[in-house]
């Protein structure tokens, strides 16, 4: 089973669900030519996408355009259900960064047909993880900047207040439409400047204050 750890701590968490936003931050529902939404827009990936920082992301081969998507990433510490605000902020446990793989081309049929993008999200190793920082160490406070580079070259950077939906929002949102629980994460959208990558290619994203990761693509 695959596990969150929480940084300065002997806390482990088991994955459960992974709840994802799509489109949180306007500009990059513009880059990819979408609405900007009036609500979050959620979709699934399953915990067995999971790696961890140091890990391999494996190029799917019934894909040529695979995208980075850079995110914080919310790990939710208690069952929660039509949550308020309130209670949604508090069930919120630890942070961390991570990264939404994407195969592009793979969605962009998908959406031609009306059909679930569940294919382009949810191949095996497309849930890249940092480890966590729990909010008892560390709270955030949206001024941090998300920050992603390949080969050493910058190609997100954002402050997290810009997202549309912020966090407790978000987990009261999700916690109208499922049931959240201790172990469930939520990747809570990607800034613009989502991109290709190759095989070969070495990825490095961050949060300040955060954490941070490294992975390479095979």
Not at 63 to 77: A, D, K, R, Y
Not at 130 to 151: A, C, G, M
């Amino acid at each position: 089973m695959k596990t969150i750890r929480i940084r300065n701590s002997s806390l482990e968490y088991p994955i459960n669900k992974i709840v994802c936003v799509g489109r949180n931050y306007a500009e990059h529902a513009k880059e990819l030519g979408n609405e900007v939404p009036e609500k979050p827009v959620v979709f699934l990936k399953p915990s067995s996408a999971v790696i961890y920082s140091g890990g391999k992301i494996i190029y799917p081969s019934f894909s040529n355009e695979m995208h980075h998507e850079t995110e914080l990433v919310l790990l939710i510490g208690n069952t929660i259900k039509d949550a308020s605000v309130e209670q949604a902020a508090d069930s919120i446990a630890a942070y961390g960064v991570g990264l939404d793989m994407t195969l592009r081309d793979v969605q962009a049929e998908l959406k031609k047909k009306g059909h679930p993008w569940t294919i382009a999200k949810c191949f095996d190793t497309s849930a890249v993880l940092s480890d966590f920082i729990s909010k008892d160490e560390y709270r955030l406070n949206l001024d941090e900047e998300i920050l992603l580079t390949v080969n050493g070259k910058v190609r997100q950077q954002e402050k997290l207040n810009m997202m549309l939906f912020k966090p407790a929002e978000i987990v009261g949102y999700i916690s109208s439409l499922m049931t959240l629980e201790k172990g469930d994460l939520i990747f809570t959208g990607t800034p613009k400047g989502v991109g290709k990558v190759n095989k070969g290619d070495i990825l490095n994203a961050e949060i300040t204050g955060v954490a941070k990761l490294s992975c390479s693509v095979e």
